[in-house]
Nanobody, 119 residues
């Protein structure tokens, strides 16, 4: 069984910064990609940033230049450094990992962490 444990969310003022972390644990053989999604109230979940092992990170246009995704493959952890936060960045942030266990490849989600940016 795989678990994704997120941390780092909270309340921050416009222009501030937060760093999210997501650690994957369990019987993991390999992780292909890790990503952050977010869901604002009343809106669909959207991709914020993704990082494929050995590839170039991908960002939503709305966060380019402000957010940075990084991975620690030894710790099976993905981070999202969020700078110059805007009110529209408010939402629940979910970690996603495409990984292989002893059985097969599967997509896995974290439970979500709330980010609130106040003006």
């Amino acid at each position: 069984q795989v678990q994704l444990a997120e941390s780092g969310g909270g309340l921050v003022q416009v222009g501030g910064s937060l760093r999210l972390s997501c650690a994957a644990s369990g019987s993991i053989v390999s992780i292909s990609s890790m990503a952050w999604y977010r869901q604002a109230p009343g809106k669909a979940r959207e991709l914020v940033a993704s990082a494929t092992d050995g590839g170039v990170p991908n960002y939503a246009d709305s966060v380019k230049g402000r957010f940075t995704i990084s991975r620690d493959n030894v710790k099976n952890t993905v981070y999202l450094q969020m700078n110059t936060l805007k009110s529209e960045d408010t939402g629940v942030y979910y970690c996603y990992a495409l990984l292989k266990t002893r059985g097969s490849w599967s997509g896995n989600w974290g439970q979500g962490t709330q980010v609130t940016v106040s003006s």
